[in-house]
């Protein structure tokens, strides 16, 4: 069968070491479909946190289904970990592919101001999932973050983030992650 190879490189932002990986595909077949993106998540450093970020990866998955988030196998490399932190949430801006990772660090200090906490977690898989932030001051949109009144649970992301989220996952998953180096915090 005639075949094509497609190479990718990907950059461990961490050792800062090349990998290159070869997928190969038959040239023949029918263009691709959108295929769904698995990622996985390890939050056993942020236990305390378990249910919120469960309901937000619930959300992910209902509302951009070109990804598919799932809990990572005990022992497993995740692509999005986890960290409870006593500062201010931040995290490594995406989209993270199924070869790379990312870092949420599911900071304390939004919480103790009354930040809603699946609303926190919903915000940094946002990043994680390639959203930069977006302070509108509005609930409806979820990269607003804390430009949104305390009062503010909603953690769906508005249509257009939504939209944004669906398009960094449409294509067959052929993206490089040599830009994950960028941390994002959400300090005030
Ligand atoms: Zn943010």
Not at 147 to 158: D, E, I, L, R, V
């Amino acid at each position: 069968m005639h075949r094509r190879t497609l190479a990718l490189v990907a950059a461990n932002a961490c050792l800062g070491a090349a990998v290159v990986v070869g997928v190969t595909t038959p040239a023949d077949a029918a263009p691709q479909a959108a295929a769904v993106t698995q990622l996985t998540y390890d939050d056993s450093q942020a236990p305390q946190y378990a249910a919120n970020t469960a309901a937000a990866v619930e959300v992910w998955n209902t509302d951009a289904p070109n990804v598919h988030i799932v809990k990572a196998a005990r022992g497993q490399r995740a692509n999005i970990r986890i960290v409870a932190d006593p500062g201010w949430p931040h995290a490594t801006l995406g989209p993270v592919r199924s070869n790379g990772s990312v870092q949420i660090w599911f900071g304390k200090q939004a919480v103790d101001e009354g930040f809603d906490k699946t609303r926190i977690i919903a915000h940094e898989m946002g990043h994680s999932l390639g959203l930069p932030d977006n302070r509108t001051g509005k609930c409806s949109d979820l990269m607003s973050g804390h430009s949104a009144p305390t009062s503010c649970t909603n953690a769906h992301p508005s249509p257009a983030e939504r939209a944004t989220v669906q398009r960094n996952y449409a294509r067959f998953a052929a993206s490089s992650d040599a830009q994950l180096t960028v941390v994002i915090n959400d300090a005030a």
